[in-house]
């Protein structure tokens, strides 16, 4: 399925009081709707995927999968701030004429939540049957659920929390601390802070994974090494792969996105409050080897969510689980669907 755009020529506010002058969502759906929304799952993505989630997920989207474009109706688009179609820091600022590069304004978890429901409405979807997101995707989740609770009937969330905590603002502190440590990051070219990225992505991967996976995958066979490490070679490998994706603008700029993440933020006394307001049937599921969004996380928010199911799946795959972990998912998601 190719690629689409939606294109807003209404200016959009963002939670900052910045204006973007015009916006434009980039989204993939699959299947065919029922003329209720009866069949629709929206899937919301993390931090640096695509919304081809088809692709990236496909251990659990696709024909003769748990969701299945063949009896529901698919949707995920592109959160505004990336580079893979929406409106973002490689996009045209009209009143320049130029792309945005690090000019591009701050955007919070409910600025993308308020463009997944521009693009709701463009597509004529009346509601959402089931609300999807790990990770990040989480947090856009857990924000359209309290945000526009009438439309949306059930939500699946995977390694996930009610705001970002302290241990992840400190990851995503010196994830932007490399790529700031790049003289070129700020630059107006795209490939600003390619090594910064790099270096970013390195933190990140220890977050995504744990001693156990990399003790088992990456150690070396040769006792007699002094360099030239296996984990050093993935690590490398694992950078370089994300700086041909992706860009140092948009992850300085969604890690941030991240940090502002807290369901009570101008909302309520306490997040527990928070989740109260949340009325739908949720499923969660945590991974026991998750070091960056551990399954307390989860945990909590099944505690304060009046109508939560938690599963937790024993993976050494760490916060990657989520992705990796297909087959277990998707029984616990079929099972509760059906």
Known sequence: MSIKVFHSKSAFRLESGQVLPALHIAYHTYGTMKEDGSNVVWICHALTANSDVADWWKGLVGEGKVIDPAKHFIVCANIIGSCYGSTGPHSTNP??????????????????????????????????????????????????????????????????????????????????????????????????????????????????????????????????????????????????????????????????????????????????????????PVLLIGITSDILCPPEEQQLLAAHLPHAAYHEIDSSYGHDGFLIEFEKIGQILSDWMN
């Not at 969330?157 to 490399?178: D, F, K, M, N, V």
């Not at 910064?196 to 990456?218: C, D, E, H, P, S």
């Not at 070396?220 to 490398?236: L, Q």
Request: hydrophobic residues 40%.
């Open 95 to 280: 009143a320049t004429g130029e792309p945005w590069f690090h000019s591009f304004p701050a955007v919070t978890i409910r600025d993308m939540v308020q463009a997944h429901q521009l693009l709701r409405e463009h597509l004529g979807i009346p509601r959402i049957a089931l609300l999807v997101g790990g990770s990040m995707g989480g947090y856009q989740v857990l924000e359209w659920a309290l945000t526009d609770p009438g439309i949306i009937d059930r939500l699946f969330l995977l390694c996930t929390g009610a705001a970002e905590s302290a241990w992840g603002i400190a990851i995503h502190t010196s994830q932007r601390l490399a790529i700031e440590a790049d003289c070129s990051w700020k630059d107006s070219s795209y490939d600003a802070g390619h090594r910064g990225l790099k270096a970013a992505r390195a933190i990140g991967m220890l977050t995504y994974r744990n001693y156990q996976t990399f003790v088992k995958a990456q150690s070396d066979p040769d006792k007699e090494k002094t360099d030239d490490f296996r984990a050093a070679s993935y690590i490398n490998y694992q950078g370089d792969k994300l700086v041909k994706r992706f860009n140092a603008q948009s992850y300085w700029l969604l890690t941030k996105a991240m940090d502002s993440h807290n369901i009570a933020r101008g909302r309520h006394e306490d997040i527990a409050t928070s989740l109260s307001h949340i009325q739908q």
